[in-house]
């Protein structure tokens, strides 16, 4: 199949819009200007389904594009699997308490409830997530796992978090004008699509791959594809449901090859109304409440070194400072985070010092360029640089990308 690629997309990046209502707006971020010009460009062949797959009509990747943009889908329910696979390496453990000093969690320093933390598990393996939504005010999702479900719910200007586990429960509310609500990680294909349709520009393949059946629904397969050489992203499928345009199915997989880095879809989805009652939260009897305001009075008195806060607040300074270098898919973050000899020193672990740098500096490769030298840590999608002279260099580029990008950035 010939593919239908655009040779001059304009970035739905530059609609930098709040992610607050993202069910309806900021989700259709590929907007009229991206229509009219991938019309003019992609797409003039259209997509022929494959043997075996739904029989649907033919569609061409504007006009798909254009489906997903014009969808106005604001209620669903439904399960989704979700599998992500950075190929982050086995630190027996190591991983959680550096996360627990990060976030300042411990015996006094949280919550088991609170979703800053516990989504993050979403970052590595497999997980079953339960969904529903009703509009921008109303949506829950719940982590299921195996003696135990976390569920994490918006209703209205209350967000609920509930660990049956612990029977812990954490409550903040959000601004009514819905400006804190686009905060939650993303769980869905379409929360995962509407990022990566950020990215299609001028240095991006967009084609129309045939039609697939997900969750026992007809759906077009759009892929989209780097064209510049040194990114990690190989290609982003997205199964696009034909009747609503709500993006059904995500899977990323690496240039690398193998397994998918990212692959998030519906096993079972339904498009009605869920029931009011979806939403509704009283903390159980005997519940531990902690309120999101607590938290931080918490984090502030976890029993962080000393030199912690100092740590943090150079770090801040640097992010101030953040540049982006090149461009499309092969775009590097830089900053400074004000300090020299690389790895930090201080890193809010509990002070456990020069041993654990040392164990961590052995997981990255040592490199050198005409930026001097430092040490690059990879996973199978996003690859970091740090300098001898404290310069972070971070993008889904390869490793040689990389040192090219903080040459030139010198």
């Known amino acids: 199949m010939a593919p239908y690629e655009s040779d001059d997309m304009t970035t739905a990046r530059e609609a930098d819009e709040p992610r607050t209502r993202r069910r309806r707006a900021a989700r259709y971020v590929v907007p009229v200007t991206v229509m009219g010009v991938a019309a003019a460009t992609i797409g003039l062949v259209p997509a022929i389904a494959s043997s075996g797959d739904p029989d649907l009509p033919e569609i061409t990747a504007a006009q798909l594009l254009e489906r997903i943009a014009q969808s106005d889908v604001e209620q669903l329910s439904g399960t989704v699997k979700i599998t992500t696979d950075l190929g982050l390496p086995d630190l027996g453990g190591l991983e959680n308490s550096l996360t627990s000093g990060a976030m300042g969690q411990g015996e006094d320093g949280g919550s088991s409830a609170d979703p800053s933390t516990r989504l993050t598990e979403l970052a590595s393996g497999t997980h079953t997530l339960r969904i529903a939504a009703d509009g921008p005010d109303r949506q829950k999702v719940s982590?299921?796992?195996?003696?135990?479900?976390?569920?994490?719910?918006?209703?209205?200007?209350?967000?609920?978090?509930?660990?049956?586990?612990?029977?812990?429960?954490?409550?903040?509310?959000?601004?009514?004008?819905?400006?804190?609500?686009?905060?939650?990680?993303?769980?869905?294909?379409?929360?995962f699509a509407e990022e990566a349709l950020k990215a299609?520009?001028?240095?991006?393949?967009?084609?129309?791959?045939?039609?697939?059946?997900?969750?026992?629904?007809?759906?077009?397969?759009?892929?989209?594809?780097?064209?510049?050489?040194?990114?990690?992203?190989?290609?982003?499928?997205?199964?696009?449901?034909?009747?609503?345009?709500?993006?059904?199915?995500?899977?990323?997989?690496?240039?690398?090859?193998?397994?998918?880095?990212?692959?998030?879809?519906?096993?079972?989805?339904?498009?009605?109304?869920?029931?009011?009652?979806?939403?509704?939260?009283?903390?159980?009897?005997?519940?531990?409440?902690?309120?999101?305001?607590?938290?931080?009075?918490?984090?502030?008195?976890?029993?962080?070194?000393?030199?912690?806060?100092?740590?943090?607040?150079?770090?801040?300074?640097?992010?101030?400072?953040?540049?982006?270098?090149?461009?499309?898919?092969?775009?590097?973050?830089?900053?400074?985070t004000g300090g020299e000899g690389g790895l930090p020193t201080d890193l809010p672990t509990g002070g456990t010092g020069g041993d654990l740098d040392g164990f961590i500096g052995s997981l990255g490769d040592q490199v050198k360029g005409g930026f001097g030298t430092g040490t690059v840590f990879s996973t199978r999608l996003v690859n970091a640089l740090i300098t001898e002279d404290g310069k972070v260099y971070v993008g889904t580029v390869t490793k040689d990308a990389l040192v090219k990008a903080a040459d030139a950035g010198k």
């Open 143 to 191: 982590l299921l796992e195996n003696a135990a479900e976390y569920s994490l719910i918006h209703n209205g200007k209350d967000v609920w978090g509930y660990d049956s586990g612990s029977n812990e429960v954490y409550h903040s509310t959000v601004d009514a004008s819905g400006e804190d609500r686009g905060q939650q990680p993303p769980a869905t294909p379409e929360d």
């Open 200 to 336: 299609v520009d001028d240095t991006t393949s967009v084609t129309v791959d045939g039609t697939a059946q997900v969750a026992g629904r007809d759906a077009y397969k759009l892929v989209v594809k780097p064209r510049q050489s040194g990114s990690t992203v190989g290609a982003i499928s997205i199964a696009v449901d034909h009747e609503t345009g709500v993006p059904l199915k995500f899977t990323l997989t690496p240039s690398s090859g193998g397994a998918a880095v990212v692959d998030v879809g519906f096993t079972k989805v339904s498009f009605d109304k869920p029931a009011a009652s979806t939403f509704d939260f009283t903390p159980p009897k005997g519940a531990e409440v902690t309120e999101d305001g607590e938290l931080d009075r918490g984090r502030e008195h976890s029993g962080k070194p000393e030199n912690a806060p100092k740590s943090e607040e150079d770090l801040a300074k640097g992010l101030d400072g953040l540049k982006m270098l090149g461009e499309g898919w092969n775009t590097v973050a830089t900053f400074d």
